[in-house]
């Protein structure tokens, strides 16, 4: 059974940062993404990282610079380090993961590609 198990969200204030985990049981070798969704918002994909991690990530443009994914395949975790947040940031956060070596197959990830889904982790950027 597949299993993606979001943590390290939070409350913060501007301008400090969060790093988001992601522990994946029941899948050896997959592509993952992180995506977010706000309120009265369609869920966006904001990082990918292919199965190997050694291809270029994908970043949305608004968190470019900002937000890092890397992955630790010894302990089948993804992270998602976030610097310098800001209130446009807060949202669900949900990993996702599919069984390809390729995070996308466009040029912005669309969550249909992703087969497995965490539960999503609240992340609250205020002063």
């Known amino acids: 059974q597949v299993q993606l198990v979001e943590s390290g969200g939070g409350l913060v204030q501007p301008g400090n940062s969060l790093r988001l985990s992601c522990a994946v049981t029941?899948?050896?070798?997959?592509?993952i993404g992180w995506f977010r969704q706000a309120p009265g918002k369609e869920r966006e994909a904001i990082s990918c990282?292919?199965?190997?991690?050694?291809?270029?990530?994908y970043y949305k443009p608004a968190v470019k610079g900002r937000f890092t994914i890397a992955r630790d395949n010894a302990i089948n975790t993804v992270y998602l380090q976030m610097n310098d947040l800001t209130s446009e940031d807060t949202a669900v956060y949900y990993c996702?993961?599919?069984?390809?070596?390729?995070?996308?197959?466009?040029?912005?990830?669309?969550?249909?590609?992703?087969?497995?889904w965490g539960q999503g982790t609240q992340v609250t950027v205020s002063a």
């Open positions: 996702a993961a599919d069984p390809s070596s390729r995070c996308s197959y466009f040029f912005t990830p669309r969550a249909y590609e992703y087969s497995h």
């Open positions: 029941g899948l050896s070798y997959y592509a």
């Open positions: 990282i292919d199965a190997t991690g050694t291809g270029t990530p």
